[in-house]
């Protein structure tokens, strides 16, 4: 396992819309526990591929005892709404105010391609909007109200 360098604003990758996954094999599994192992080394609960310069559909979330990956993943249905600041490993020192969906139906692959649906409520929801973004290329900033973290 790898830990991998996460990029940080401006850089066109995070702007990039990235591609579906089309092959599943051992190189997706190793990108998805090198992308577990770097999101824990920066202390993030979240990383989508873009971050570490991929620019294909996974992203990972870590938050508690919910650790999933998501390959392909797209939003089907969104309910409620939540107010949150969300930071972003790649923005370091920025956060937003963002208003988001509380609950989310996701359709998308696992790491052996087979598809599966998942409702997400709360906090991870709001982690799982805010990856999916990064694979089309949205970041906070283009969300909210940006203010800077003063002490960090
Ligand atoms: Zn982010």
Request: hydrophobic share 45%.
């Amino acid at each position: 396992m790898t830990v991998l360098d996460v990029i940080f604003y401006p850089n066109d990758v995070l702007r990039a819309n990235s591609e579906p996954v089309t092959v599943f094999g051992y190189a997706l599994k190793k990108l998805i526990s090198d992308m577990f192992e770097t999101m824990d080394a920066y202390d993030g609960i979240g990383l989508a591929a873009p971050q570490i310069s991929v620019t294909k559909q996974v992203l990972v979330v870590g938050h508690k005892s919910q650790r999933f990956a998501l390959v392909n993943p797209e939003i089907t249905s969104f309910s409620g709404v939540s107010h949150m600041e969300e930071g972003c490993l790649s923005l370091p020192g920025v956060l937003v105010d963002i208003e988001r969906a509380e609950s989310i139906v996701v359709r998308a692959k696992d790491s052996d391609g087979v598809d599966f649906e998942m409702v997400y409520s709360g906090l991870v929801a709001t982690i799982v909007q805010h990856e999916i973004d990064h694979l089309k290329g949205v970041l906070i900033t283009d969300l909210g109200t940006t203010r800077l973290q003063i002490d960090e």
